[in-house]
T-cell receptor, first 113, second 114 residues
Framework: GDSVTQMEGPVTLSEEAFLTINCTYTATGYPSLFWYVQYPGEGLQLLLKATKADDKGSNKGFEATYRKETTSFHLEKGSVQVSDSAVYFCALTFGRSQGNLIFGKGTKLSVKP | DTAVSQTPKYLVTQMGNDKSIKCEQNLGHDTMYWYKQDSKKFLKIMFSYNNKELIINETVPNRFSPKSPDKAHLNLHINSLELGDSAVYFC?????????????FGPGTRLTVL
């Protein structure tokens, strides 16, 4: 079945470090891909998205590129801040009648000053 | 203005009780969802409604019954609560027919069953 695999956390970084959170997917078609972020005690917020191969989603300094050949959508940020500490979820959906999101297990990021 | 709202934010109750969680969206979307997040933060779809009709019902015990009085509301009723029902429940909405199917989430309801 369709699934999303994320790197295991937690990930602990110092402020201004480079961040990569790996995400790969298994899907029978061509899904849309998302990164959602959950700050402590809050709901999920869409961070960025990509709908087709080679699309790059970006927001708040985060980027991810839809790689069809490697079925990946890795999240990167060049310089993390303490305020980036959160749980990050990679997800896919096919839209239309199969609209539900399929999530990875989440990766907790802690950024130390 | 809150796009997707849920009430209550916290719910503490005893085993065997019946409880409801309400969800409302003011985005004009035609599809609404319920997700469950367990203690390990894993998120899984429970239900999906499109124009008040159930379109997805994952392997959820029939103690859980979603009710959609109109397109803007999707409530979740839970009968005979069990310890394993303790989790955070998220409501979400989207507009069907769009390529991205971007979903907007509510703040979550933390259910604790004692």
């Amino acid at each position: 079945g369709d699934s999303v695999t994320q790197m295991e956390g937690p990930v602990t970084l110092s402020e201004e470090a480079f961040l990569t959170i790996n995400c790969t997917y298994t899907a029978t078609g061509y899904p849309s891909l998302f990164w959602y972020v959950q700050y402590p005690g809050e709901g999920l917020q869409l961070l960025l998205k990509a709908t087709k191969a080679d699309d790059k989603g970006s927001n708040k300094g985060f980027e991810a590129t839809y790689r069809k050949e490697t079925t990946s959508f890795h999240l990167e940020k060049g310089s993390v801040q303490v305020s980036d500490s959160a749980v990050y979820f990679c997800a896919l959906t096919f839209g239309r009648s199969q609209g539900n999101l399929i999530f990875g297990k989440g990766t907790k990021l802690s950024v130390k000053p | 203005d809150t796009a997707v709202s849920q009430t209550p934010k916290y719910l503490v109750t005893q085993m065997g009780n019946d409880k409801s969680i309400k969800c409302e969206q003011n985005l004009g979307h035609d599809t609404m969802y319920w997700y469950k997040q367990d203690s390990k933060k894993f998120l899984k779809i429970m239900f999906s409604y499109n124009n008040k009709e159930l379109i997805i019902n994952e392997t959820v015990p029939n103690r859980f019954s979603p009710k959609s009085p109109d397109k803007a509301h999707l409530n979740l009723h839970i009968n005979s609560l069990e310890l394993g029902d303790s989790a955070v429940y998220f409501c979400a909405s989207s507009q069907a027919g769009t390529r991205t199917n971007e979903q907007f989430f509510g703040p979550g309801t933390r259910l604790t069953v004692l």
